[in-house]
């Protein structure tokens, strides 16, 4: 599912912004200069960098100079900032204090790097006891504030510009350690690196030139935030007296006089005040851009509003519901909203009927847009999607645009789902009779005790061995094939008219697939439920399916009954994907393929979105929308004999 | 393509055991994650390798490559024991050895342009220089179906199956003579599993070089393999040819993976309902431990004897020179016929459709 | 549960056992003599002399060691060179102060972080970005700044002196809590805003993962989903990192203290970087360390309490 997004919205970025060559480093400080607030402070960091290079021009006064027949005054014409209780001008010792700010920042996090840095590949890269004897020692950094390590290394060091540097860099290596180490670590288990092994690098061949460059953005983005954090601790140690001389003009010292004097000059408190967090609010501003523009998108909380479905149509009351029916879908279209403007539609104008207690199979490849259509039918569409038309009818009774209450009567009750990996399905952290529980209280009302009785009742019925004392396990201590029939009970528990399985058995081993495909049509006997099955798999379909409806691009492109489908096929992508299914016979020779691949959302053509693979197209393919005419979507249908019947 | 009897690669014995142990144990111990399998595989041959979710099968996969630490058995290639070897490995043994990775999202740098997935391995291999190896790359684009345009790419910007296809060309451009195809195509959409199948087949066809093709999917390795060897619980349980193996499945657990397949046709589906569910033991059992004495299918088996509870059954040659490992083909047995088989309705000319010319 | 604590004590002893080496090398590390250091550039030989027995640095290093250890198991921590007190009086007498500064710095960040992190992970748009902002400039503030605007403002400007005393916990249970107000606001505004990130980020993967969706699809309410579900899983992270959170939150009360005029650790420890007390400092950085290895025990405990995935089977 949200690989599909992912891929949609990569579509959907104008081609103009897409990265067009150069290296990786001028890419993401393209994308850094399009964050107008990165930007900003990249900057103002700037500005404090001129300012500290050009500081004796800057500042009116000699930042040491005391005058002590203007003491602790507020700002002036003469002194903009005012004076502090020697009479040394306060804006002049703040832009001297730049100097030594950056200084720090900078010393103490190149001291960091060098230090941490190489710790921390060798240890993550190396792994095994390097690792193990490594990690413990870098565990002392578990036991010590930062604070209390810079006093210990000033008590023995003593004071000054490169004590400090030596101090708050010391702090920092570890966390420079670790981090390389958890990216390297990460990186280990990548396959590309055993490619490179089976190719023959050597080992500082692929430290550096496979990892590490995998590694720069993590560092600068940690980097940028130390930067920040050495003149906060700077500022401390100075205030505290343990940096540099009183004499010097440093933010933190400045401050210890503010506090000495809050009494008689408040005013002193906040230029150095300031000072301090614009900076560390810069270098922090300047790390989440560029964290941003190295693609670790961070995730953004979702408008529930998105979740919901269209607004009611009037054409639901015009065409009457048809009688048998248990789920209709009728023309529903799904658009991403991609976060540039636009719309990409991710399904269209699907529409498809399923009966009472009938097995529909939903065929697709990725990217077709059959799980999309399946969270448009529940009203759980992702972010940035939306209903954009259609209609879903439950029983006759139009869903789409229902109220988040109405929904819940819906969910569950009416139509209820099992997704393909059960580990992420279900809560990791509560147990799963309290999860199967919900279900029961949220629809039935049943007590604590009661609803605990009925999910030993349901775990047993999907085959799980020693129900009751399992209620109280978590979703970990199942196997795979288990834990989806745990998933199963939970989507039973409200006994559902209609079970959606979106690509259910995909993740598991074949001899689990076919037990959990088994148990599904034994459950569709009992509770008489109808049962939507979403599968990429040809196999799952002639297994377990009734009816079949195949998606290509976004569209139903045909519908049909099992076995005609298998043996005469009228779309030509389902002739296709029939004959290059590998499973077929042995033959010695080539498996018929199709050509090229599925176009991605957003550049689906006019017509046919089969019409440039297909053996068969016209020129009339490409010209205009193609409708589903008699459950099939292709001008030739009638014309073409596709199918080989035995 | 031609498949001589002699060997390219024997592994005998193999056995790699690693240290089973969760973030919070008071003890590690070793778990045998190969238990002593033999096979070979023959210049020019796919070798299908088979098995679920724990079998073991990657795990050979990466011990041939030198990404596993062996524990014990020999692996011979073309005469150099790769066991016997120290740290370091040959570079004429990496170069004739090569790797196709299932995962396309992470089998190649994301941080490096495509086309130094092959020139880095050239340049380490002394293969010509800057320019001959940019061009060497375009060559194994081109023989892999990529073009030109695509060398400068990222592999962020290219599709699974194109990914796929830069990491064959990886592979092949060192010119190997066997690779290991680890699940492949296993992550790609069923036509662009189909055009990946039919470029390893025509490039076997050109070159001549070996693939131990490790997949899950007995259907992949029914129409790639000469023949195919299956795993279960660390063990090899049967290995014959790949029409053998299909048609006459001896082990019970290849019966049980062939009954779970799904079919190509729906015809016969009921039939196959039904044998499953009976076929399938109603007493799940307790998990076997790995290395305890007995059959490790025994639990789940339905043609368990009393003999499976005791002793491990070794991999015996059959008269029709297949293998397996199980009590009911051995002299404490007997050589029973039939027992449970899949349905019908699969194989042969199931009654598809083609594409044809229609 | 028992097996839980008995693990994370077994794996905090080599840590334990590490800090002290570390901790007993310090006087080792002084570039030169560390009498000479101590006493400064005048010392005659006869102090220096005497400053290295009590240092005890004319015994060989090992025996040393194992003294020290032997001490130091035993609550002794040497005598310091200031007051002539023993270190560990001197110390214990200033943790009740240092402790109530960080409990209600914890207290502050971990109420104001996670609500600001809920609400904003649930609230997208303007609160959010409100909210962000609004983190962006707490983790820029420096504490002990935020400290000295908060006693400006009540105790300067509107003479609420009263407010910024420390009274021990045990005279007078009103009088500390109130003392403690300002303090602990000061102390928890970067912590909250660390948290508060977290929390955001946390709460927000949470939000978006299959289970929400496999619980409203079977028609459990938002809120609850929200508040039972969402939530408890994205405490798991934002547990996981208090530990760093608390460490901050010990190192930043070293300052703080200041300007409140805590009777706090820092002041100790301070005086005796300036002086080179340094079995003060020694004992300092050991027990302190003591006290984050007891406090990470605790996070580790209770994190093996919300994610059942650590618990040893």
Redesign the interface.
Same mark, same amino acid.
């Given at each position: 599912m949200s690989e599909t997004v992912s891929k949609t919205r990569k579509a959907a970025v104008p081609a103009a912004e897409r990265p067009a060559g150069g290296s990786g480093a001028a890419r993401a400080f393209g994308r850094v200069r399009r964050r107008p607030v990165a930007l900003a402070a990249v900057v103002f960091l700037l500005l404090l960098l001129a300012a500290a290079v050009f500081a004796p021009l800057l500042a009116p006064y000699d930042p040491r100079e005391q005058n002590y027949s203007s003491v602790l005054s507020g700002p002036s014409a003469e002194h903009l900032l005012g004076t502090d209780e020697l009479g040394r001008d306060t804006l002049s010792r703040l832009v001297h204090g730049i100097r030594i700010a950056l200084l720090v920042a900078f010393g103490s996090v190149g001291v960091a790097m060098v230090i941490g840095v190489p710790i921390g590949l060798l240890l993550g890269y190396r792994g095994g006891w390097w690792d193990r004897l490594g990690s413990?020692?870098l565990? =002392?950094s578990?036991?010590?504030?930062?604070?209390?390590v810079g006093?210990?290394v =000033?008590?023995?060091?003593?004071r000054g510009l490169l004590e400090l540097m030596l101090a708050i860099g010391f702090i920092f290596c570890m966390s420079f350690a670790r981090m390389t180490r958890a990216v390297a670590l990460a990186e280990r288990e990548k396959v590309y690196l055993d490619a490179a092994k089976v190719a023959g690098l050597r080992t500082p061949e692929i430290l550096f030139r496979q990892v590490l460059p995998n590694l720069t953005g993590p560092l600068v983005v940690q980097a940028a935030v130390f930067m920040?954090s050495a003149i906060?601790v700077e500022?401390?140690l100075s205030?505290?007296?343990?940096g540099l001389d009183a004499e010097e003009p440093t933010w933190g010292g400045m401050?210890s006089v503010? *506090?000495d004097e809050?009494?008689r000059q408040?005013f002193l408190?906040f230029p150095p005040?300031l000072a =301090?967090?614009?900076s560390?609010?810069a270098f922090?501003?300047v790390s989440?851009g560029i964290s941003d523009a190295l693609g670790g998108a961070?995730?953004?909380?979702?408008?529930?509003r998105a979740r919901l479905g269209a607004k009611r149509t009037a054409e639901a009351a015009v065409v009457p519901a048809e009688p048998d029916a248990l789920l209709e879908v009728r023309g529903v279209t799904v658009e991403l909203e991609p976060p540039g403007g636009g719309r990409v539609p991710l399904v269209q104008d699907v529409s498809l009927t399923i009966g009472r207690g009938e097995v529909v199979g939903l065929l697709g490849e990725s990217g077709s847009g059959k799980s999309m259509l399946a969270r448009a039918v529940?009203g759980?569409l992702p972010?940035a999607t939306r209903l954009a038309s259609g209609t879903v009818l439950l029983d006759g009774r139009e869903i789409t645009g229902l109220s988040?209450r109405e929904l819940?009567?819906?969910?569950?009750?009416g =139509?209820?789902?099992v997704?393909q990996?059960p580990m992420?399905?279900?809560?990791?952290?509560?147990t799963i009779g309290r999860?199967l529980s919900?279900?029961l209280r *949220?629809?039935f009302g049943m007590s604590k005790a009661a609803a605990r009785k009925r999910a030993a009742e349901l775990l047993r019925r999907v085959g799980v061995e020693n129900p009751e004392s399992r209620l109280d396990d978590?979703p970990?201590?199942f196997s795979g094939g288990m834990a989806q029939r745990v998933?199963i009970a939970?989507?039973l528990?409200?006994e559902p008219r209609l079970l959606i399985a979106d690509e259910a058995t995909s993740a598991l081993d074949v001899t689990t697939q076919s037990q959990v495909l088994d148990l599904l049509l034994e459950l569709r006997d009992e509770f008489d439920m109808a049962v939507l099955l979403i599968t990429h798999d040809l196999g799952v379909v002639a297994e377990t399916c009734d009816r079949t409806a195949v998606m290509y691009a976004g569209q139903i492109v045909e519908v049909s009954d099992v076995r005609a489908l298998f043996d005469r096929p009228r779309h030509p992508y389902t002739a296709a994907l029939l004959a290059a299914d590998p499973s077929g016979e042995v033959t010695d020779g080539r498996l018929p393929t199709i050509p090229g691949g599925v176009p991605l959302a957003g550049e689906w053509p006019s017509g046919c979105h089969f019409a440039n693979r297909c053996a068969f197209s016209q020129e009339g393919c490409v010209a205009h929308p193609i409708p589903l005419a008699d459950q099939v979507r292709c001008l030739r249908s009638a014309d073409l004999t596709l199918g080989v019947v035995k | 393509m031609s498949v001589s009897q002699e060997r390219l690669l024997s592994v005998r014995d193999l056995t790699v055991t690693y240290e089973s142990g969760?973030?919070?144990?008071?003890r590690r111990s070793p778990v045998k994650a190969i238990d002593g399998v033999s096979f070979d595989v023959r210049p020019g041959e796919t070798l299908g390798l088979v098995g679920e979710s724990g079998s073991g099968k990657s795990t050979i996969g990466r011990s041939i490559l030198r990404l596993a630490d062996v524990s014990g058995g020999t692996i011979d290639f073309d005469g150099l024991d790769v066991t016997a070897l120290g740290r370091r490995t040959p570079l004429s043994y990496r170069r004739a050895v090569q790797a196709v990775f299932q995962d396309p999202a992470s089998s190649l740098n994301p941080r490096h342009v495509v086309s130094t997935a092959v020139t880095t391995p050239l340049r380490r291999h002394g293969v010509g220089d800057a320019a001959a190896r940019e061009e060497a790359a375009a060559a194994a684009f081109e023989r892999v179906g990529l073009s030109r345009a695509h060398l400068s790419r990222l592999p962020s910007e290219l599709s699974g199956g194109q990914r796929q296809r830069v990491a064959i060309a990886r592979a092949l451009a060192l010119e190997p003579r066997l690779i290991v195809c680890d699940e492949a195509v296993s992550a790609l959409d069923v036509s662009t599993q189909s055009q990946i199948i039919n470029l390893l087949a025509d490039l076997q066809e050109s070159t001549g070089m070996s693939y131990l093709f490790v997949t899950h999917d007995l259907r992949i390795v029914r129409h790639i393999s000469h023949r195919v060897a299956v795993m279960h619980a660390g063990r090899l349980v049967e290995l014959a040819p790949v029409e053998q193996l299909f048609d006459s499945p001896r082990h019970p657990y290849t019966r049980s993976l062939l009954a779970a397949s799904p079919a190509t046709h729906p015809t016969g589906r009921e039939r196959r309902r039904s044998h499953r569910a009976n076929y399938r033991p109603n007493h799940h059992g307790p998990e076997i431990v790995r290395g305890e004495e007995g059959c490790p299918f025994r639990n789940r088996c339905a043609s368990v004897m009393e003999v499976c509870r005791t002793k491990t059954p070794p991999l015996r040659e059959l008269a029709d020179g297949g293998r397996v490992a199980c009590h009911l083909y051995g002299e404490e047995g007997r050589t029973v016929e039939g027992g449970p088989h899949r349905g019908k309705g699969r194989g042969k000319g199931g009654g598809r459709g083609s594409t044809g010319e229609g | 549960m028992k097996k839980?604590i008995a693990?994370r004590l077994v794996l905090a002893l080599?840590?334990?056992a590490?800090?002290s080496l570390?901790v007993f090398s310090?006087t080792y590390?002084?570039?030169g003599s560390p009498a000479a250091?101590i006493l400064g550039v005048r010392a005659t030989p006869e102090a220096i002399a005497q400053v290295e027995e009590r240092l005890g640095l004319d015994q060989p290093a090992l025996q040393r060691l194992g003294e020290w250890f032997a001490n130091a198991l035993g609550g002794d921590l040497g005598v310091s060179f200031a007051s002539s007190l023993p270190v560990t009086d001197v110390i214990l007498d200033r943790m009740p102060a240092t402790l109530s500064l960080v409990l209600g710095g914890i207290v502050v960040a971990l109420v104001f972080g996670v609500a600001m992190g809920v609400l904003?992970?649930?609230?997208?748009?303007a609160t959010?970005r409100a909210i962000a902002g609004a983190t962006?400039?707490g983790?820029?503030?420096?504490e002990?700044?935020f400290g000295?605007?908060l006693?400006?403002l009540f105790a300067?400007?509107l003479g609420w002196a009263p407010i910024v005393a420390y009274t021990p916990f045990t005279e007078d249970p009103a009088g500390w809590l109130q003392g403690m107000i300002l303090p602990s606001l000061s102390l928890g505004i970067g912590a909250g805003a660390l948290i508060a990130r977290q929390t955001?980020?946390a709460?927000?993967?949470a939000?978006?993962?299959?289970?929400i969706?496999?619980?409203?699809?079977?028609?459990?309410?938002?809120r609850?989903i929200v508040l039972r579900?969402a939530l408890?899983?994205a405490m798991?992270p934002v547990l996981a990192s208090t530990?760093l959170t608390l460490?901050?939150l010990?190192?930043?009360s070293?300052?703080v203290e200041?300007?409140f005029a805590f009777p706090g650790l820092?002041h100790l420890?301070?005086t005796?970087?300036?002086g080179?007390d340094?079995p003060v400092?020694q004992g300092?950085?050991l027990l302190?360390?003591c006290l984050?290895?007891a406090m990470?025990l605790l996070i580790d405990v209770s994190y093996g309490l919300?994610?059942?995935?650590?618990?040893?089977?």
């Amino acid at each position: 599912m949200s690989e599909t997004v992912s891929k949609t919205r990569k579509a959907a970025v104008p081609a103009a912004e897409r990265p067009a060559g150069g290296s990786g480093a001028a890419r993401a400080f393209g994308r850094v200069r399009r964050r107008p607030v990165a930007l900003a402070a990249v900057v103002f960091l700037l500005l404090l960098l001129a300012a500290a290079v050009f500081a004796p021009l800057l500042a009116p006064y000699d930042p040491r100079e005391q005058n002590y027949s203007s003491v602790l005054s507020g700002p002036s014409a003469e002194h903009l900032l005012g004076t502090d209780e020697l009479g040394r001008d306060t804006l002049s010792r703040l832009v001297h204090g730049i100097r030594i700010a950056l200084l720090v920042a900078f010393g103490s996090v190149g001291v960091a790097m060098v230090i941490g840095v190489p710790i921390g590949l060798l240890l993550g890269y190396r792994g095994g006891w390097w690792d193990r004897l490594g990690s413990r020692a870098l565990d =002392i950094s578990d036991a010590l504030p930062g604070l209390l390590v810079g006093f210990a290394v =000033i008590a023995i060091l003593g004071r000054g510009l490169l004590e400090l540097m030596l101090a708050i860099g010391f702090i920092f290596c570890m966390s420079f350690a670790r981090m390389t180490r958890a990216v390297a670590l990460a990186e280990r288990e990548k396959v590309y690196l055993d490619a490179a092994k089976v190719a023959g690098l050597r080992t500082p061949e692929i430290l550096f030139r496979q990892v590490l460059p995998n590694l720069t953005g993590p560092l600068v983005v940690q980097a940028a935030v130390f930067m920040g954090s050495a003149i906060g601790v700077e500022a401390a140690l100075s205030f505290l007296g343990l940096g540099l001389d009183a004499e010097e003009p440093t933010w933190g010292g400045m401050l210890s006089v503010a *506090a000495d004097e809050q009494a008689r000059q408040p005013f002193l408190a906040f230029p150095p005040g300031l000072a =301090i967090i614009l900076s560390v609010l810069a270098f922090n501003l300047v790390s989440d851009g560029i964290s941003d523009a190295l693609g670790g998108a961070r995730r953004k909380p979702a408008k529930r509003r998105a979740r919901l479905g269209a607004k009611r149509t009037a054409e639901a009351a015009v065409v009457p519901a048809e009688p048998d029916a248990l789920l209709e879908v009728r023309g529903v279209t799904v658009e991403l909203e991609p976060p540039g403007g636009g719309r990409v539609p991710l399904v269209q104008d699907v529409s498809l009927t399923i009966g009472r207690g009938e097995v529909v199979g939903l065929l697709g490849e990725s990217g077709s847009g059959k799980s999309m259509l399946a969270r448009a039918v529940l009203g759980l569409l992702p972010p940035a999607t939306r209903l954009a038309s259609g209609t879903v009818l439950l029983d006759g009774r139009e869903i789409t645009g229902l109220s988040e209450r109405e929904l819940r009567a819906v969910r569950g009750r009416g =139509i209820s789902v099992v997704f393909q990996d059960p580990m992420t399905a279900l809560s990791p952290v509560h147990t799963i009779g309290r999860q199967l529980s919900e279900p029961l209280r *949220a629809h039935f009302g049943m007590s604590k005790a009661a609803a605990r009785k009925r999910a030993a009742e349901l775990l047993r019925r999907v085959g799980v061995e020693n129900p009751e004392s399992r209620l109280d396990d978590y979703p970990h201590q199942f196997s795979g094939g288990m834990a989806q029939r745990v998933a199963i009970a939970l989507a039973l528990a409200a006994e559902p008219r209609l079970l959606i399985a979106d690509e259910a058995t995909s993740a598991l081993d074949v001899t689990t697939q076919s037990q959990v495909l088994d148990l599904l049509l034994e459950l569709r006997d009992e509770f008489d439920m109808a049962v939507l099955l979403i599968t990429h798999d040809l196999g799952v379909v002639a297994e377990t399916c009734d009816r079949t409806a195949v998606m290509y691009a976004g569209q139903i492109v045909e519908v049909s009954d099992v076995r005609a489908l298998f043996d005469r096929p009228r779309h030509p992508y389902t002739a296709a994907l029939l004959a290059a299914d590998p499973s077929g016979e042995v033959t010695d020779g080539r498996l018929p393929t199709i050509p090229g691949g599925v176009p991605l959302a957003g550049e689906w053509p006019s017509g046919c979105h089969f019409a440039n693979r297909c053996a068969f197209s016209q020129e009339g393919c490409v010209a205009h929308p193609i409708p589903l005419a008699d459950q099939v979507r292709c001008l030739r249908s009638a014309d073409l004999t596709l199918g080989v019947v035995k | 393509m031609s498949v001589s009897q002699e060997r390219l690669l024997s592994v005998r014995d193999l056995t790699v055991t690693y240290e089973s142990g969760r973030a919070m144990q008071w003890r590690r111990s070793p778990v045998k994650a190969i238990d002593g399998v033999s096979f070979d595989v023959r210049p020019g041959e796919t070798l299908g390798l088979v098995g679920e979710s724990g079998s073991g099968k990657s795990t050979i996969g990466r011990s041939i490559l030198r990404l596993a630490d062996v524990s014990g058995g020999t692996i011979d290639f073309d005469g150099l024991d790769v066991t016997a070897l120290g740290r370091r490995t040959p570079l004429s043994y990496r170069r004739a050895v090569q790797a196709v990775f299932q995962d396309p999202a992470s089998s190649l740098n994301p941080r490096h342009v495509v086309s130094t997935a092959v020139t880095t391995p050239l340049r380490r291999h002394g293969v010509g220089d800057a320019a001959a190896r940019e061009e060497a790359a375009a060559a194994a684009f081109e023989r892999v179906g990529l073009s030109r345009a695509h060398l400068s790419r990222l592999p962020s910007e290219l599709s699974g199956g194109q990914r796929q296809r830069v990491a064959i060309a990886r592979a092949l451009a060192l010119e190997p003579r066997l690779i290991v195809c680890d699940e492949a195509v296993s992550a790609l959409d069923v036509s662009t599993q189909s055009q990946i199948i039919n470029l390893l087949a025509d490039l076997q066809e050109s070159t001549g070089m070996s693939y131990l093709f490790v997949t899950h999917d007995l259907r992949i390795v029914r129409h790639i393999s000469h023949r195919v060897a299956v795993m279960h619980a660390g063990r090899l349980v049967e290995l014959a040819p790949v029409e053998q193996l299909f048609d006459s499945p001896r082990h019970p657990y290849t019966r049980s993976l062939l009954a779970a397949s799904p079919a190509t046709h729906p015809t016969g589906r009921e039939r196959r309902r039904s044998h499953r569910a009976n076929y399938r033991p109603n007493h799940h059992g307790p998990e076997i431990v790995r290395g305890e004495e007995g059959c490790p299918f025994r639990n789940r088996c339905a043609s368990v004897m009393e003999v499976c509870r005791t002793k491990t059954p070794p991999l015996r040659e059959l008269a029709d020179g297949g293998r397996v490992a199980c009590h009911l083909y051995g002299e404490e047995g007997r050589t029973v016929e039939g027992g449970p088989h899949r349905g019908k309705g699969r194989g042969k000319g199931g009654g598809r459709g083609s594409t044809g010319e229609g | 549960m028992k097996k839980l604590i008995a693990y994370r004590l077994v794996l905090a002893l080599p840590q334990l056992a590490l800090v002290s080496l570390l901790v007993f090398s310090l006087t080792y590390l002084i570039p030169g003599s560390p009498a000479a250091a101590i006493l400064g550039v005048r010392a005659t030989p006869e102090a220096i002399a005497q400053v290295e027995e009590r240092l005890g640095l004319d015994q060989p290093a090992l025996q040393r060691l194992g003294e020290w250890f032997a001490n130091a198991l035993g609550g002794d921590l040497g005598v310091s060179f200031a007051s002539s007190l023993p270190v560990t009086d001197v110390i214990l007498d200033r943790m009740p102060a240092t402790l109530s500064l960080v409990l209600g710095g914890i207290v502050v960040a971990l109420v104001f972080g996670v609500a600001m992190g809920v609400l904003a992970a649930t609230r997208p748009g303007a609160t959010d970005r409100a909210i962000a902002g609004a983190t962006s400039v707490g983790l820029a503030v420096p504490e002990f700044w935020f400290g000295l605007v908060l006693s400006l403002l009540f105790a300067v400007q509107l003479g609420w002196a009263p407010i910024v005393a420390y009274t021990p916990f045990t005279e007078d249970p009103a009088g500390w809590l109130q003392g403690m107000i300002l303090p602990s606001l000061s102390l928890g505004i970067g912590a909250g805003a660390l948290i508060a990130r977290q929390t955001r980020a946390a709460m927000t993967e949470a939000l978006a993962a299959p289970y929400i969706d496999t619980l409203t699809a079977a028609g459990v309410p938002h809120r609850r989903i929200v508040l039972r579900y969402a939530l408890k899983n994205a405490m798991v992270p934002v547990l996981a990192s208090t530990g760093l959170t608390l460490r901050i939150l010990i190192g930043s009360s070293f300052v703080v203290e200041q300007i409140f005029a805590f009777p706090g650790l820092g002041h100790l420890l301070l005086t005796s970087v300036i002086g080179k007390d340094f079995p003060v400092i020694q004992g300092g950085v050991l027990l302190i360390a003591c006290l984050v290895i007891a406090m990470n025990l605790l996070i580790d405990v209770s994190y093996g309490l919300l994610n059942p995935k650590v618990r040893p089977q």
